[in-house]
């Protein structure tokens, strides 16, 4: 073979290697762009999107939206500064004809109460989506809803709000939103604050959304009660209107609170300063039920207590209960406790026993317990009255039997 014959047999075995290593890098590369585009898809399809339950987030983003309405309230176009850019651009926003442009409020003592928050999480920002309600004012009893997404880009300490409405709110929850900004610059009006939250903050504030709700809003209180404690207390909602009627809650302030942790939920007992309980039972920021008493339904820490208790311990601790329903007026509960000869002979009717108690009861009283016998399967406890307010005593002895779990029939001197 003569050299020119070996020099095209090289070009030839060159070009085909050549061939060969294209064929292969462009089969890499159509393998790694679907797999890119799949790890994209992907990404997009798993929203992660879940119920805020650290209260320093709810707070901290909740502020945000609170510094959008005031500037709104104060007719201050810095407001621009505040708002995604994306929204701005959908919505020909500028920063002089913002005012016209978003939501509109006359007042510069608004009111926001964030409700339900959403977060989605994401590589660059932090995504909030939150339902809330505005006043015009504090103590004003209409309510506005209102729903935002608001960005946080924790990097830059910086926030953007983008307002939305219930549906998008609605799809936004379900289904997450695809983000394309990366960050959010800094400006002069939106620096992201985080806010540091302790129990007693998270404790006030739960008990004000119950009262606000109660006041305002009754039939939104009534749904907050925790299922099996609504159905045992109340046959409808009247039964529950009356029984609040009772508990003077208006304008009542925290006293006492404790914090547990349940495997299911948080739970915050309250107690304000009528005496009043709420036990709050929590399983995200401010996604709770509320149980008003500690007798209706059996609570786990009542059982526990309960079933390590002597016979005496027992008498007492259901005499407790049926005076903590005396005290709350709860008349249908103590009158269930009486037993049926009891109340055959001196109380045929709920309303005869009601009367009763008004006439012969503190209307708030504490309770000593004094001399315990045991009589076969009665048990007799003497009991030392003291009312709250005047400190005037008196005495009545009960009479109980003990029933199956925590059943008990009761009856007193008259």
Do not use: W
């Not at 820490?301 to 311990?313: G, H, I, P, V």
């Amino acid at each position: 073979m003569d050299n020119k014959k070996k020099v095209i047999l090289i070009a030839i075995i060159i070009l085909i290697i050549l061939m060969i290593i294209i064929s292969i890098i462009m089969i890499f590369n159509k393998k790694k762009s679907t797999m890119n585009q799949y790890m994209y898809v992907e990404e997009i399809e798993n929203k992660n999107i879940q119920k805020v339950d650290n209260y320093s987030q709810f707070f901290s983003v909740s502020n945000c939206i609170t510094l959008y309405y005031t500037y709104i309230g104060q007719k201050d176009e810095g407001v621009y500064q505040l708002l995604d850019t994306e929204y701005v651009q959908e919505n020909n926003i500028t920063n002089t004809n913002v005012l016209d442009k978003i939501e509109k409020v006359s007042s510069e003592n608004i009111y926001y109460n964030a409700e339900e928050m959403y977060t989605q999480d994401n590589k660059k920002l932090k995504i909030y989506y939150v339902h809330g309600k505005l006043k015009e004012d504090m103590f004003e009893e209409k309510s506005v809803d209102t729903y935002f997404i608001v960005y946080v880009d924790n990097y830059n300490t910086t926030f953007a709000i983008y307002p939305i409405t219930q549906s998008e709110y609605n799809t936004c929850i379900q289904n997450g939103k695809e983000i394309h900004i990366e960050e959010i610059a800094k400006n002069d009006k939106n620096k992201y604050t985080s806010i540091i939250v302790n129990d007693e903050t998270i404790t006030t504030r739960l008990l004000y959304d119950y009262k606000d709700k109660v006041q305002n809003d009754i039939e939104a209180s009534y749904e907050k009660l925790e299922e099996n404690y609504r159905k045992t207390k109340f046959e409808n909602i009247e039964e529950y209107k009356n029984y609040i009627g009772n508990r003077n809650i208006e304008f009542s302030m925290l006293s006492q609170y404790l914090k547990t942790k349940e495997p299911d939920y948080t739970q915050y007992v309250c107690v304000d300063q009528n005496g009043n309980y709420y036990i709050f039972r929590e399983t995200s920021a401010m996604n709770y039920t509320v149980i008003l008493d500690t007798y209706t339904i059996d609570l786990p820490e009542f059982l526990e207590k309960y079933n390590t208790a002597s016979d005496q311990q027992k008498v007492a601790l259901n005499i407790d209960r049926f005076m903590q329903a005396i005290n709350d007026k709860d008349y249908k509960y103590a009158y269930n406790c009486l037993a049926d000869s009891f109340k055959n002979n001196y109380f045929k009717t709920q309303a005869e026993f009601e009367s009763y108690v008004k006439k012969n009861f503190y209307e708030n009283s504490d309770i000593k317990y004094n001399e315990f016998k045991t009589q076969q399967d009665l048990y007799t406890y003497s009991v030392i009255f003291t009312d709250k307010k005047t400190g005037e005593k008196k005495n009545k002895t009960f009479v109980m039997q003990l029933g199956e779990g925590t059943k008990f029939v009761l009856s007193f001197n008259r």
